[in-house]
């Protein structure tokens, strides 16, 4: 099988791995209990706070480890919220196409008499810090735009954002997810008030991830009942997890010029490949993109279709975000760039890690042109297309 979905979960290193496994082993106590088995667990669990630091140029004291990126999301946004509201600020910036975790957020606080406003992208998917500084108001709460987008890899510029935020006096939340461990991130020169991260998209466990929020920002708590994570996150710390995760992140960040490299190269083969097939289009900047994000548009196919039959090859890919892999809806991400829906329908997200090999994309670049040419030939509306009776909608 040749995996290329690593932007809906990517397999945990040996590294995390082997950090994991004393904590299950040996240090298997509750890191709140005052006896030697907790406290060992408490030292692993501080260790791995100062680990995740380091590698954002943050404080430990920024760093509060969560269930994962969608409830670092939540926790980050909803507490913005309310601090803003207690100054009488109840205006909230995002875009169009963030992921669900953060735009069911903003729904959530529109119900609640928040006004959110969602800021357009731009074909190749990038919002201009123009676009954030005209937006704000003397009433605005928080600023909440990803690292990098999920399904078509653009990568925002997030330290001047992060600066006309700054100038501004308004706090600023990056959802980077997908840019944790790929992309060198420091919260201090980026201007960064708080951001998000999940282990699972950097080689670590699942179920696990992190919160940073400057010091001095007050957090609401998501889930009470104890004094975990300095009081803002109730419940037993999952040590084993966070030793991974951290182990996995040190890793990512330490090799990250190095898997860049390999990776962006494999992008790019893959890239000029899919573009040699007729109506199809890339999404996404073609130059401020992650390393691994390969997304496409292939006219008069359907993107279920063409997964299922890749499969059958012997490929895992993806045809949008993982969170809504389940839905018949057009992703919101490429309405978002302008795609119709009829366009994106037949999207393709090919995503890569330093395991890939050329050899796998050149079988991928086999594979793709033969199952889009099997599936427009087997479709009627495609049939259409060529005699003329309905328009193409992509460039040939």
């Known amino acids: 099988m040749i995996y290329a979905d ?18 299950m082993e040996e240090t298997w106590g509750n890191a ?28 430990p004291g920024g760093i509060y480890f969560t269930s994962g990126g969608s409830e670092a999301d939540n926790q980050a946004i909803i507490s913005a919220a309310t601090l803003g509201a207690k100054k009488g600020k109840k205006h909230i910036i995002s875009t169009t196409f963030e992921h669900h975790a953060v735009l069911h957020t903003l729904k959530k606080l529109e119900n609640d008499g928040f006004e959110v406003e969602l800021l357009d992208v731009h074909e190749n998917g990038i919002v201009s810090p123009e676009q954030v500084a005209k937006a704000i108001r003397d009433d605005t709460a928080l600023v909440t735009i990803m690292y990098a987008n999920n399904e078509i890899g653009s990568v925002q510029p997030v330290a001047e954002i992060g600066a006309v935020c700054r100038e501004r006096k308004v706090l600023f939340h990056t959802d980077a997810v997908q840019a944790a461990g790929h992309l060198p991130i420091d919260v201090q020169k980026q201007n960064i008030d708080m951001l998000s991260l999940s282990g699972h998209k950097f080689h670590g466990p699942k179920g696990v991830g992190v919160l940073y929020a400057k010091p001095g920002i007050p957090l609401v ?3 009470e009942g104890g004094a975990q994570e300095r009081g803002k996150r109730g419940g037993t710390e999952n040590v084993p997890a966070i030793v991974g995760m951290a182990a996995a992140l040190e890793e990512a960040c330490a090799n990250m010029e190095k898997n860049t490299a ?6 790019d083969k893959l890239i000029d490949g899919l573009r040699k097939i007729p109506r199809s289009i890339l999404n996404g900047d073609e130059i401020r993109r992650l390393p691994g994000n390969v997304s496409f548009c292939f006219e008069g196919i359907e993107g279920e279709s063409l997964l299922l039959l890749l499969d059958d090859k012997g490929i895992c890919a993806s045809s949008g975000s993982a969170c809504t892999s389940g839905s018949l809806d057009p992703s919101h991400v490429l309405l978002a760039i302008g795609r119709p829906h009829e366009v994106a329908h037949g999207s393709l997200r090919l995503s890569l890690s330093e395991e890939n090999t050329e050899a796998e994309i050149d079988e991928i670049l086999r594979a ?29």
Not at 37 to 45: D, I, S, T, V
Not at 262 to 267: D, F, T
Not at 377 to 396: C, N
């Open 221 to 223: 708590n998501l889930i």
């Open 32 to 59: 709140s209990s005052l006896y030697v088995f907790g406290q060992k667990a408490k030292e692993a669990l501080e260790v791995a706070r100062s680990k995740v630091a380091a590698c954002f140029g943050a404080s």
């Open 262 to 267: 390999k990776v962006s190269k494999l992008r």
């Open 368 to 396: 793709v042109p033969e199952v889009v040419e099997y599936l427009r030939g087997i479709s009627p509306l495609w049939k259409d297309k060529l005699v003329g009776k309905r328009e193409f909608l992509l460039p040939e």
């Open 6 to 23: 690593n932007a809906a979960t990517t397999k945990m290193s040996r590294k995390a791995f082997e950090a994991m496994l004393p904590c």
